[in-house]
């Protein structure tokens, strides 16, 4: 029999480690699958052959921690190993700007960045991650580890340019236990739950390779603290177990198909079932999970390869950096890779202030990096090594006595002032969010270049350029940028959060729309731009994550939600007062009903009709609502200019979930318009997605005796706006979230006529009255006109 479990986790990374430990703790059974291999402190990757080795390319059986991807806007490295990204990234964990949370600002292109979930919803489980993580910024102000040139040139910069300058809170031991006395190599305490490679770790050596995998264990990664508390709550944790099928199962639950990477190259198959499935991948992982396996998960919104970005990512370089008394020593090459941060401001924190936020950071590096820089001046290296040829030519020819090869061989080496005196520069920010991510022959293939986001990196470039000049250095462009490229480790978004699956791929609480028990817990979900580094709110959004999973924090599909629409504040759809659902006409009256089916091309994100039946027509997207028209007292309804009948039924939207019930909804017949000779149909239909969000949709029929034979389609023809929340006839309903146009085919308008039912003493005499008001309004509108109509 298939294996089956409670949880199937996939990746190791801030958002499947966090899901993991919370998931094992509470009781489940998880079993958590990653694609690398575990990295004990010590089995990182140093010498050039190690390296050659430390790739990740599956189809060449290379199986090591670097995978690094290239697309025509930017190039990108993750990793692959039990710890994700965390052991790999630069140890910082910030929390996302408060502001920077924004609600519908519109893009470039068109459309909006809009964050379903604030700073105060993220607030607790922050503190649950850190609490977890135990972040502290470098120790400046200690004695042992005051000597740190390059954070207190950062500082002096920020200074100098008023701007805020932080040592941010790094993930990295710096003393034995937390809040413990600072000191480099000191044997690290390790917490309750004990250490799953079961290897001691030392504190921080201030050798600066963060980046390339910490051989001492003193980076708080992921192995160390989440995946090793989960291993002890029984969490199964295999590592080389790559996912490839995803499969929703009958009746609810998922079956996960993947490979299992043997050390001898060799691979074998295995499936697991489990109820919920929670796909941290990575961005990349989890968005070439989700497209590979589309054709197995149709209901999946159009949203998902959309909204990608690449955190504002720039690498550039201050080089020769010089003070009063010469070149400047900035030391890249000592300490963790970050130790500083310089933050502008966003135009969105308040008036006066211009241009996308964004951050600045010091980025150290390893001590061999130093020697490959030297080594990489050709000019002056070049000089040195004739120079040196030249003197023991001489010495040859002259048959000099002296034997003394130290100061010659001395010579040969740098002086070192190059790389002493300079260091990279790191931004990330607030840049647009637009990029769109596709599969071409099983590889992703992502749309996404700077273009957009020209105006920000114009900022981040800027704010470089003036902390080169105060330092007195010069500023250099990474030489991508001759081609506006970059690199960015913090890829983010494709499969965003959003309010409903119009929006995005997933509810606010990572649980994917139309897919109970499917969540999307890692960067993927981010809807934009995080701005600062952003796996603290990664790792904070799959604690909140699961809360939900867990049954607390939010419901989850299926049941009331929590309101997003103040007038969902009775977890009902709100009735007018003046005429409340159900009411009925009095004892005894005529009433008569009809059932009408329209159905057409339909796009979310466009708020013109015409335009969202076109987009709608090209991506092959739609909408459909059956609904029963009832008139509960025929003699009231013809008497009221507005002809006034409730509508209810059910909508059919791939977009939104699938089919959904219209509990409540208004419809207006031929009700007059501006003009003498114009009539209107009216619909407002009240209902909730699959999430319990609830929605709107309006329509209008327009009435008007133009040229040419246009009864029909103009009374089978409903312009139709979807609207966010539940909006009644005296609210502004704002911009619509989609829009299309419906139509009534010939068979349904044969089959609509077959539905008309009366109830009272005299059913004929019924819709003989209501047939005569209808064809007579129709008659007013295109019947032939006298002169005096003319006038």
């Keep these: 029999m298939t294996e089956h479990v409670d949880v199937v986790v996939v990746g190791t990374g801030f958002g499947g480690s966090v899901s993991a430990y919370r998931l094992a703790e509470a009781g489940k059974s998880v079993v958590v699958l990653e694609r690398g291999r575990k990295y004990p402190p010590g089995s990182f990757a140093r010498s050039p052959a190690e390296m050659r080795g430390s790739f990740w390319d599956p189809a060449r059986k290379q199986y090591g921690l670097f995978d690094v991807w290239s697309f025509r806007g930017f190039a990108s490295l993750v990793s692959a190993g039990v710890g994700g990204g965390s052991l790999i990234y630069a140890n910082v964990l910030k929390r996302k700007d408060e502001r920077w949370f924004v609600h ?102 201030l050798c600066g390779e963060c980046n390339i995998g910490c051989n001492d264990g003193a980076k708080n990664s992921l192995d160390h603290t989440y995946l090793s508390a989960a291993n002890a709550y029984k969490a199964d944790i295999r590592e080389r177990s790559e996912v490839r099928v995803i499969r929703p199962l009958t009746g609810g639950g998922y079956e996960v198909g993947y490979r299992r990477h043997q050390e001898d190259g060799r691979t074998t198959a295995a499936t697991i079932r489990c109820d919920k499935l929670v796909l941290a991948a990575g961005t990349f992982g989890t968005l070439h999970l989700l497209l590979r396996n589309r054709p197995r998960l149709p209901r999946l919104s159009k949203a998902l390869g959309t909204r990608f970005t690449g ?68 000019p002056s290296q070049l000089t040195r090594i004739f120079g040196f040829a030249a003197k023991r030519l001489l010495n040859a020819v002259d048959r000099s006595p002296s034997a003394s090869l130290s100061h010659d061989l001395a010579g040969l ?103 109970p028990g499917l969540y999307v817990a890692d960067g993927a979900a981010m809807p934009g731009p995080v701005g600062p580094n952003p796996s603290l709110t990664i790792a904070a959004w799959a604690d909140r994550l699961c809360d939900r999973l867990l049954g607390g924090g939010g419901p989850a599909h299926g049941s009331t939600v929590e309101p997003i629409d103040p007038h969902r504040s009775e977890g009902a759809v709100r009735v007018p007062e003046e005429e409340p659902a159900g009411r009925g006409g009095p004892a005894g009256s005529a009433g008569l009903s009809f059932t009408e089916e329209m159905s057409g091309s339909f796009a979310l994100g466009e708020s013109e009709p015409r335009q969202g039946e076109l987009v709608g027509r090209r991506d092959e997207r739609g909408l459909t609502f059956r609904l029963t028209i009832s008139i509960e007292d025929i003699d009231r309804f013809l008497d009221d200019p507005s002809h006034t009948a409730t509508a209810t039924g059910w909508l059919h939207c791939d977009d939104l979930g699938g089919r959904v019930s219209v509990p409540h909804g208004r419809f207006h017949l031929l009700v007059p318009g501006s003009a003498t000779d114009t009539r209107h149909m009216y619909y407002r239909l009240f209902f909730d997605d699959l999430a319990g969000n609830p929605l709107t949709l309006t329509g209008r029929k327009d009435l008007h005796d133009d040229p040419g034979l246009d009864l029909w389609s103009d009374t089978t023809t409903l312009q139709a706006w979807l609207h966010a929340g539940h909006v009644y006839e005296d609210e502004d309903p704002g911009q619509a979230i989609g829009a299309g146009v419906l139509h009534i085919g010939w068979r349904d308008f044969l089959r609509q006529l077959g539905t008309i039912r009366a109830t009272g003493p005299d059913p004929l005499g019924t819709i003989e009255r209501f047939g005569r008001m209808f064809l007579g309004r129709l008659w007013e509108v295109y019947g032939p006109r006298g002169p005096e109509d003319e006038e």
């Design 104 to 205: 519908e600002e519109p893009l470039p292109g068109g459309g909006y960045e809009t964050w379903p979930i604030t700073r105060a919803d993220l607030e607790p489980h922050y503190d649950a991650v850190e609490r977890m993580l135990t972040p502290a910024p470098y120790p400046l102000d200690h004695p042992d580890f005051s000597d740190m040139p390059r954070t207190k040139a950062m500082r002096e910069a920020a200074a100098a340019l008023g701007l805020e300058f932080e040592r941010p809170p790094l993930a990295v031991r710096f003393a034995a236990r937390p809040g413990g006395e600072p000191g480099t190599g000191l044997p690290i305490e390790e917490e309750w739950y004990g250490n799953l490679h079961g290897e001691q770790r030392r504190t921080c050596r």
């Design 311 to 378: 955190n504002g990512d720039l690498l550039t370089f201050l080089i020769k950096a010089k003070d009063r008394d010469g070149m400047r020593d900035l030391e890249a090459n000592r300490g963790p890779v970050i130790t500083s941060a310089i933050r502008v401001p966003d135009a969105v924190e308040g008036e006066g202030i211009v241009g996308r936020g964004h951050y600045i950071q010091d980025a150290g590096y390893p001590s061999f990096v130093s020697w490959l820089v030297e080594a990489a001046n050709a």
């Design 413 to 515: 080496l740098d002086d070192g002032v190059f790389t002493e005196s300079s260091v990279p520069l790191l931004g990330m920010g607030r840049d647009v969010p637009d990029g769109v991510v596709r599969m071409r022959d099983g590889w992703l293939d992502i749309d996404w270049t700077t273009e957009s986001s020209l105006e920000y990196f114009g900022g981040v470039r800027a704010t470089m350029r003036g902390i080169s000049e105060v330092l007195g250095g010069e500023y250099h462009d990474n030489p991508m940028w001759l081609t506006k490229r970059i690199i960015s480790v913090h890829p983010l978004g494709g499969a965003p959060m959003g309010r409903h699956p119009g929006e995005g791929l997933c509810d606010p609480y990572g649980e994917v729309f139309g897919y």
